[in-house]
Structure formats: structure tokens, C-alpha cells
């Protein structure tokens, strides 16, 4: 498979995970108050809205990019490609959990905010 097909397919793997904190459902400690689904869907597209987060897994991808074509030229007679490869997705992959779990923080303490008792 040639890089460029590689990375685009990459991207799109990663596109496709960018919101998926943005889904989180939280526990409730009790009932649901009768506004949750509401709260909830506010909640969730506050967090979906959040698109610096995209631009740092972007970044991370890019860096991880940089830094594996490095070290790949690096090693004895390595493929600086394969290694700019590696590191796109390892940085790639980094950068989308952790929009992930920033995006479902989000999701958590803006329902703690609107006054829903959320344990996890």
C-alpha cells in the first residue's frame, strides 16, 4: 500500500473517533431528572463543538510523522517512510484518545453543572 493511501486512511480512521468522546452517557447516582436528555444532548454537542481538539490530534499526528521518518533514517539503512508512517499513527492514535477523554470531561462536568448528581 502505497504512504499517502496509508495516511489518508489513517486520517479517516481518526476522523471517524474524534467524537466519540462527545457520546459518552454518564452514570447517574439516582433517578434522572426529567431535563437529563435534554441537559445530556447539550452537553454532548458543547463537547462536539470543541474543534482546537482536532487541530492537536492533527499536530500529534504530524510531530509523530516527523519524528518516526528521524529515527527511520536514523536506524542503519532503515525506510525513513515506514517510519514517518509509524509515527503519524502512534501520534495520530495519542492525540485522538486524548481529545476522547477531554471531550467526555466535558460531557461530565457540564451535566454536574446543570445540577445532575453524576458519579461516572
Known sequence: MKPSVFLLLTA???AACADSGAN?????????????????????????????FDQETAGATVLGAGAGALLGAADD??????GAIAGALAGGIAGAVHASDRREAIVVECLRGRGHRIVG
Open 24 to 52: 459518552y452517557t454518564p452514570i447517574l447516582d439516582g433517578p434522572t431528572a426529567p431535563a437529563f436528555q435534554s441537559d445530556l444532548a447539550a452537553c454532548q454537542m458543547l463537547a462536539r463543538d470543541q474543534r482546537q
Open 77 to 82: 539503512g532503515a525506510d525513513a517512510a515506514g
Open 12 to 14: 479517516g480512521c481518526l
